[in-house]
């Protein structure tokens, strides 16, 4: 009986991960360089004086037509000498800008606050954002624009994390994984999320839906921004597979602080539509009966063992190849011990409180 059930259950997660991969895999056409809009990349920085460098240096190589694309960093009343930094590094590029927002108030609080204080005072037709501790591709912006038909209201793409420790690989691989979920129903016209630290939208979309300021508040702000221009229902969102819109972040270094990251995506995921909670739901019980094999022994629970954990690296590693990270996958076994236990445990996390800590805020 318990055999079955298992049965049933891997069968459904290997439809359901085939469908992510058909999605992610799909191609969409893209418009000529001369084509391309003015764009504007945002970054939002909170107390990065030490990881902002990296950042700041690849923004500084980008490359895009001759005066169409700006830089707006935004120092997000930070303690430290990130201020300092930016002002020192833009001091001789004309087209970075430093904006300080004002104190945030009501609901515009955090990260929300700074990047619709940018936004306002952006230029682009397209706003591209991602984060103080993120390294982006020389093409980069001139990738992501290419997407951009008039029926676009939304490009993101695939974020990946610096690899060199089993605890880093691990996270890099779970990163790549749920873009891949993110990346598959995006293609398939059902959108669930997206990551912040990757992600464009056309300004003209974001004024149509009031902006921030319209939204309900959110520790997840990349996901409420996606799902308000989705119910416009007159744009296209794509999720492009490109190895230059490819975007790489610091992993976390201990467990206390992957514990907030992960806590703080779940409760700003809570908002899913009833798809993504089956999603999710389909992807615990597959990894609840892993466990039930130590109770409910048998050759065939090892059999269907071996065939879930086969899904997986074969779903990651046409990625993972596509995006040029495949030595990532050496920290595989890792990633799919720390898989289990977090699919297990975040549930019971959400549950027992609601309250997030973030860059020094508490929500």
């Excluded at 993120?134 to 997407?147: F, G, H, L, Q, R």
């Excluded at 992960?262 to 019980?285: A, N």
Aim: charged fraction near 20%.
């Amino acid at each position: 009986m318990f055999e079955l059930i298992f049965l049933i259950i891997i069968s459904g997660y290997f439809i359901q991960s085939v469908i992510f991969v058909i999605g992610a895999k799909k191609r969409f056409p893209k418009i000529s360089e001369d084509e391309l809009p003015t764009a504007t990349v945002i970054v939002a920085a909170r107390d990065e004086e030490d990881k902002i460098h990296r950042c700041l240096n690849s923004l500084g190589k980008l490359e895009y037509p001759e005066g169409k694309l700006e830089v707006l960093l935004v120092d997000d009343l930070s303690t430290d000498r990130t201020g300092e930094i930016i002002d020192e590094f833009i001091s001789s590029r004309s087209n970075f800008r430093k904006i300080v927002p004002d104190e945030p108030k009501g609901k515009m609080v955090g990260k929300v606050n700074a990047l619709a204080t940018a936004i306002k005072q952006a230029n682009g037709e397209i706003i591209l954002t991602t984060d103080a501790d993120c390294e982006v591709k020389s093409k980069w912006v001139k990738t992501i624009a290419s997407y951009y038909q008039k029926d676009v209201g939304m490009v993101d793409s695939y974020t990946t994390q610096i690899a060199d420790t089993p605890f880093s690989g691990m996270q890099a691989i779970d990163f790549i994984y749920l873009l891949l979920v993110a990346g598959g129903t995006i293609n398939l016209a059902m959108p669930l999320t997206c990551i912040g630290n990757n992600m464009s939208f056309r300004k003209k979309a974001y004024n149509e839906i009031g902006g921030y300021e319209s939204l309900p508040f959110s520790v997840t702000e990349d996901f409420t921004l996606l799902r308000a221009i989705y119910k416009l229902g007159k744009y296209k969102i794509l999720f492009p597979l490109e190895k230059d819109a490819l975007v790489t972040s610091i992993p976390c270094t201990d467990l206390k602080s992957l514990y907030h990251q992960k806590k703080r995506w779940s409760i700003g995921g809570l908002g899913v539509p009833v798809r993504g909670f089956f999603i999710m739901s389909w992807g615990y019980l597959t990894h609840l009966c892993i466990i039930l094999t130590f109770f409910f022994y048998s050759p065939v629970w090892l059999y269907l063992i071996f065939f879930k954990i086969a899904i997986d690296f074969f779903v990651l590693y046409p990625v993972h190849h596509q995006l040029g990270v495949t030595k990532n996958l050496k920290y595989f076994w890792a990633y799919q011990i720390y898989y289990i236990l977090y699919v297990l445990a975040l549930p019971f996390i959400v549950l027992a409180s609601r309250k997030v800590i973030w860059k020094g805020r508490e929500y």
